[in-house]
Structures are given as C-alpha cells and as structure tokens.
C-alpha cells in the first residue's frame, strides 16, 4: 500500500515563499505521475502542478510562473517551490500519485499579512 506523506506547509507573508515536499513509500513512485492540489475553505479541488515519470509538468493556470514541480525518483519525493505568493494561494495543499489514485492528508498553506 503506497502512503505520501506531505510536509513544509505554513504561514507566510505575501510575496514570500514556501518549499511544500510529499514523500512517497512503495516501488511504484517511479512510473506514477504526480500532482499537487489544493482545494480552499467552501471551494473545490483544484490542479496545481503535475509531473510524470519522465519529468514532463503542467501547471494550474494561477500558479504559471510562480510555482514549480519537482521529483527525485531517487529519494520517492516530489517537490513543489512556491513563489510570490498571494492570499489567494491559500489552502490545503495535497500530494496525489497516480495510478492508483492516492491522496495524501493534506498540509495548510496560509499567505497573510
């Protein structure tokens, strides 16, 4: 059973940054594809950034150019550096492999002055 385990999530000021990680147990990380979501207080989940096996990444259109997905095969984690960010990035952010369509717990991320 593959667990992800996410981390690195806070409290930050707008226009800062953060360095959201999720570490993945199993031998399946290396063929999945994985995501970021984040879903905000009476909205819905939505994608944030995605990356496939082979490194390709979409990102979600409010994000482009200030957030950037990352994997290392190696180590089973994916990474998410979170740049400039603004109130409205505000949620919980969670990890997702597929397949077979995991989710992690989640971790909060607040943008506040």
């Known amino acids: 059973q593959v667990q992800l385990v996410e981390s690195g999530g806070g409290l930050v000021q707008p226009g800062g940054s953060l360095r959201l990680s999720c570490a993945a147990s199993g031998s399946i990380f290396r063929l999945s594809v994985m995501g970021w979501y984040r879903q905000a207080p009476g909205k819905q989940r939505e994608l944030v950034a995605v990356?496939?096996?082979?490194?390709?990444?979409n990102y979600g259109d409010s994000v482009k150019g200030r957030f950037t997905i990352s994997r290392d095969n190696d180590k089973n984690t994916v990474a998410l550096q979170m740049n400039n960010l603004k109130p409205e990035d505000t949620a919980v952010y969670y990890c997702n492999l597929q397949p077979p369509n995991i989710w992690g717990r989640g971790t909060p991320v607040t943008v506040s002055s």
């Open positions: 990356i496939t096996s082979i490194g390709i990444t």
